[in-house]
């Protein structure tokens, strides 16, 4: 009789980040699955370790998202072995640092929240990066009452505002 596979809460913890697009709270993701506070921070944590989710932390708060392009759990390696070619997986792998809480791809900390006066906030916003000719462009769409801030991390410049487009092109 074959046993049968079953998703580990780690890898259902990175599905919800990916497919809600946006920002979240340890808080906001418990009360969107249907598992524990220690399995969901456990989860996280070994997503972080390898890369797959980062954190952004503002006034104390965590806001958790995927960032699949950076994942180095697992990936297919291209082994040619005597004229035959094949693809593998190699053995997950563990960084043995931690890894710092910088977003990527700019170098810079853009915070976004909403000024609700509930603990939650609405995450009415939407970032995206794209590249092209070598710069990379960062876009953050707004709804008119939530505040941004924008901090090089070569600089100690903040500017901030609220709601809006913000466009930001490096490189």
Known sequence: MRRVKHTTYTNQVYVHLISSGTLLTTSEIRSQLPHAKNQI?????NLRKCKAVDIIEEDGIRYWYATPEN??????IL????????KRKPKPCKPSSPTPTSPSPPAASIIAASASSESKPTNSFKLSFTEADGRITLRLECGEDTPWRWQPTDSPAVTSGRGGTIEITLG
């Open 79 to 86: 082994e040619v072995v005597e004229g035959i070619t094949r």
């Open 71 to 76: 994942d180095t759990r697992s990936r297919e």
């Open 41 to 45: 921070s456990a989860a996280l944590s």
